[in-house]
């Protein structure tokens, strides 16, 4: 909007976004797409409506994107189309993503980014992961030095026992010597990230049980507060809107 400051323009994007991919509206995605098949000069909603269409994307929508990666005619939007490949919803568009970034089309400087991004995919992050373990010599070959730490600093965020238990015993035997340092925060964070998982885990199944915060707080040894804060987390990352429907959830069969 003519006359918006910087930050009215980078809070419109986030809101857009917002309601799009956390809120699923299917109003503000079906805007996201009219944003992107008729243009706009805003590059916050242009951001915005690329990663909301990517987040609930296609097959048609990911070779749109891999095309708008080539046929960009400057290099935000080359960028732009390039890291969305990262945020598609399905398997085999992150599996389609790393590989492209293996490809040889992408730049070697821009395709550790984009593997980061894969890995820091929320459902598909450890397939990113699995993939990138396999060609770890090809990757190091390839991408500049000082970018490798940096491409797998999203691996603090793979969270559970197993694939935590297998990204700290490869890089106990794969360090990375020109970030040593980073690497080693990155692990620590990781296994922070375990225990929070591991805790959370243990205050839902409290929650399910149908003991309040103080009830839980004691239980566990820890805070009101702390118990509140883990509650909140719980009903952000499942979508549910109440404790009940939250123990609802945990007592749902799985498929």
């Not at 986030?14 to 797409?33: I, S, V």
């Not at 492209?100 to 397939?127: D, M, W, Y």
Request: charged share 25%; glycine share 6%; with cysteine.
């Amino acid at each position: 909007v003519d006359g918006d400051d910087d930050l009215r323009a980078k809070l419109r994007g986030l809101l857009l976004g917002l309601l799009a991919t956390l809120a699923d509206d299917h109003e503000a995605q079906g805007y996201c797409r009219d944003l992107l098949d008729h243009g706009t000069t805003d590059p916050e909603l242009l951001s915005a409506a690329t990663l909301a269409v990517a987040a609930s994307g296609t097959d048609a929508d990911f070779d749109r994107f891999v095309e708008g990666f080539r046929t960009a005619a400057t290099p935000q939007d080359m960028l732009r189309c390039l890291y969305a490949l990262a945020e598609f919803p399905e398997q085999r568009h992150v599996e389609r993503a790393v590989e492209f970034a293996f490809s040889g089309e992408v730049k070697t400087q821009n395709a550790p980014f984009l593997i980061h991004r894969c890995i820091a995919n929320r459902a598909h992050g450890n397939v990113a992961w699995q993939m990138l373990r396999r060609r770890w010599t090809e990757a190091n070959e390839r991408f500049p030095s000082n970018t490798i730490v940096r491409m797998i600093d999203p691996v603090k965020l793979l969270n559970t026992d197993n694939v935590s238990a297998d990204v700290q015993a490869f890089f106990s035997e794969h360090p990375i010597p020109q970030g040593a340092t980073t690497l080693d925060q990155v692990l620590e964070r990781q296994r922070v990230n375990v225990a929070v998982r591991a805790r959370e885990h243990d205050v839902l199944g409290l929650v399910a049980e149908g003991l309040q915060n103080k009830q839980i707080a004691d239980r566990l040894y820890l805070s009101v507060r702390t118990v509140e804060t883990h509650v909140a987390r719980l009903l952000q990352r499942t979508g549910c809107a109440d404790r009940s429907e939250l123990a609802a959830h945990l007592e749902a069969p799985t498929a």
